[in-house]
């Protein structure tokens, strides 16, 4: 069956260390996005990417950075880790054509920065 | 500007009442798109429905259906006969082509705990 995973699903890491989420769909969807989540915010959106070598800023994108080198594989870099980039982040796909359809979601990575 | 807003932080019912959980949505577009998903307890976000602004038609699915007014800018979910089951975080969310056709806003959810 097709899935969306994410890895590492925990991690703790150090202010000022450099992190990469990994993300990988067997969808074979175009689009690619990025969310954070927190409480009281809901979902909002990091980077997205709507193909290969494609990407695009989202709402909180300060920090963070994307890059797409196949169809697979969005991963998220977060250059420098802060504490304010504490939170559970979610890589979400979808079919590129016919409107916005729906995101398939991965489980989610749990992001500490101490 | 772009905005859904979910103003319910976090309801409780007992189970088998029915609950309502309001959308209210904010946008420029005259086509978009509207989204309801839950993230039960596990983490795990499910989608539940997609909605064009042009189909005005509520929706049933189960115990589970959905009022879509454009007049009053909402798309409200409402559970009936609640269950255990159905305690999770709902998401509201919206798709537009000013914010990007395939990019979805959500709004900042509403918990829902339904007690036995």
């Known amino acids: 069956d097709a899935e969306i995973t994410q890895s590492p699903r925990h991690k703790i890491t150090e202010t000022g260390r450099q992190v990469t989420l990994a993300c990988h769909q067997t969808?074979?969807?175009?689009?690619m996005f990025w969310y954070r989540q927190d409480l009281g915010h809901g979902l909002r959106l990091i980077h997205y990417?709507?193909?290969?070598?494609?990407?695009n800023k989202g709402e909180v994108s300060d920090g963070y950075s994307v890059s797409r080198s196949n169809t697979e594989d969005l991963p998220l870099t977060l250059e420098s880790a802060a504490s304010s980039q504490t939170s559970v982040y979610f890589c979400?796909?979808?079919?590129?054509?016919?409107?916005?359809?729906?995101?398939?979601f991965g489980p989610g990575t749990r992001l500490t920065v101490l | 500007a772009q905005k859904v807003t979910q103003a319910q932080t976090e309801i409780s019912v007992v189970e088998k009442e029915d609950v309502t959980l309001d959308c209210v949505y904010e946008t420029r577009d005259t086509t978009y798109y509207l989204f309801w998903y839950k993230q039960p307890p596990s983490g795990e976000l499910v989608f539940l429905i997609r909605?064009?602004?042009?189909?005005?038609q509520n929706e049933i699915s189960g115990r589970y259906s959905w009022n879509f007014q454009k007049s009053t800018s909402s798309f409200n979910f409402t559970i009936t006969a609640s269950q255990v089951v159905d305690s999770a975080v709902y998401f509201c969310a919206l798709s537009g082509l000013l914010s990007g056709y395939n990019k979805l806003i959500f709004g900042a959810g509403t918990r829902l705990a339904v007690h036995p």
């Open positions: 990417s709507y193909g290969v070598q494609d990407t």
């Open positions: 979400a796909s979808s079919v590129g054509s016919g409107g916005p359809n729906e995101q398939f």
């Open positions: 909605r064009n602004s042009f189909d005005e």
């Open positions: 969808w074979n969807h175009n689009n």
